[in-house]
């Protein structure tokens, strides 16, 4: 048995104080009772971890169970045998309806139930590209839930106040014995509020909110990008009866630019059209940028798909970690009708060229 509370929660025997309350409480939500009504195996096994949990969680405990010996609450070093004694509420003195409300209700034990925070809301707003590019700040109206104007979010009749509840006498828990441990639930009285309103408040009903519409204005940093998500804490809707408000996440829409293309890795691209013969001799051509526009070389013999690029002229990188570059696509542009005098121009350049085949190497490659 030296192991077998360790077994038990499925860590090592040099688990860390914090392994062993995860795996106590991943395990204890999913046997929880609650969760598997009607499943004695489940309950059992519930039990078991539960126990095991209250002696390994216990340095005093777990010492005396590592050396082999006998621990507070249990006959000898099996804590699953008889002879155990379980105290009120739980193992050795663990109130498990402190536990369960810890777990289920994100903390707290004894004292007054938790304030509940409330919802998080999504919104999206729509950005042209150069917003995007450069950043901007932009308004949004969000309908949401916010505290009562009139009871101040208490759910109380103005010159009235909530009563605390008798049944939980304020913890917003109740915890029902069943055996030799206790099943922690939200209150039925109050539904798990600690309070109860006598004279609800007339505007609200006594929930303490009201539907309102808020607008905020968003500062978009420069660089983002289609789908990025903006947070706002505390811009979402309040928290029932003076519980904090959650948050709000703005998602940007942008709208694609007819010129540039954004690429994975943060830079930009354009297509730029060549002609054959700047294609052939090279030259300077000018080409858009984000801030007007600037010249670049291309070189002579320039192939069909070839790559420019001008550094830093691209949108700042995300952390202000400088700029981006701008790459272009250079594409030669053949013409589907050719004038007369350019029908002529092409017979002659073909000549010039005495009938070079440019696939021979291809075919030659091929065996054909």
């Known amino acids: 048995m030296a192991d077998e509370l360790y077994k038990t929660l499925g860590v090592s025997k040099d688990a860390s104080d914090e392994e062993i309350k995860k795996a106590y409480r991943k395990l204890a939500r999913q046997y929880h009772p609650d969760r598997n009504p009607d499943d004695p195996a489940a309950e059992e096994k519930f039990k078991e971890i539960s126990a095991a949990h209250d002696t390994l969680a216990d340095p005093e405990k777990r010492k005396e169970y590592d050396q082999g ?60 590209f150069d917003q995007a590019v450069n950043g901007a700040q932009i308004s949004v109206t969000v309908p ?8 101040h979010g208490s759910g109380a009749k103005p010159g009235t106040s909530p009563v605390t509840c008798p049944r939980c006498e304020g913890r917003g828990i109740d915890a029902q014995s069943q055996g030799f441990f206790s099943i922690s639930q939200p209150c039925p009285q109050c539904g798990g509020a600690g309070q109860i309103i006598e004279d609800p408040c007339p505007t609200c009903g006594g929930s303490g909110l009201t539907q309102q519409t808020k607008r905020y204005k968003v500062n978009v940093p420069a660089g983002v990008k289609d789908g990025s998500r903006i947070r706002l804490a505390g811009k979402g809707e309040a928290g029932p009866r003076g519980g904090p408000s959650g948050d709000l996440y703005v998602t940007t829409r942008v709208t694609p630019s007819p010129v540039f293309k954004r690429l994975d890795d943060g830079n930009l691209e354009v297509t730029v059209p060549i002609s054959i013969p700047e ?90």
Do not use: M, W
């Open 144 to 151: 949401k839930a916010e505290q009562c104007q009139t009871c």
């Open 279 to 368: 294609a052939l001799r090279g030259g300077t051509i000018e080409v858009p940028t984000l801030e007007g526009t600037k010249k670049i070389k291309v070189a002579a013999g320039t192939k069909h798909g070839a790559i420019q690029r001008l550094k830093g002229e691209g949108p700042p990188k995300a952390r202000g970690k400088g700029r981006g570059d701008i790459r272009y696509r250079l594409e030669i542009e053949v013409p589907t009708e050719l004038s007369e005098e350019q029908s002529e121009a092409a017979e002659k350049l073909a000549e010039a060229f005495n009938g070079a085949d440019p696939r021979e190497e291809l075919l030659r490659k091929a065996g054909a």
């Open 69 to 128: 010996g006998q621990f507070a609450g249990f006959g000898g070093s099996n804590p699953f045998g008889g002879g155990g004694r379980a105290q009120a509420g739980g193992f050795g003195g663990a109130d498990f309806g402190d536990i369960f409300s810890s777990i289920f209700r994100g903390g707290g034990g004894r004292g007054q139930a938790q304030a509940v925070r409330g919802r998080d809301l999504e919104t999206e707003v729509p950005l042209s």
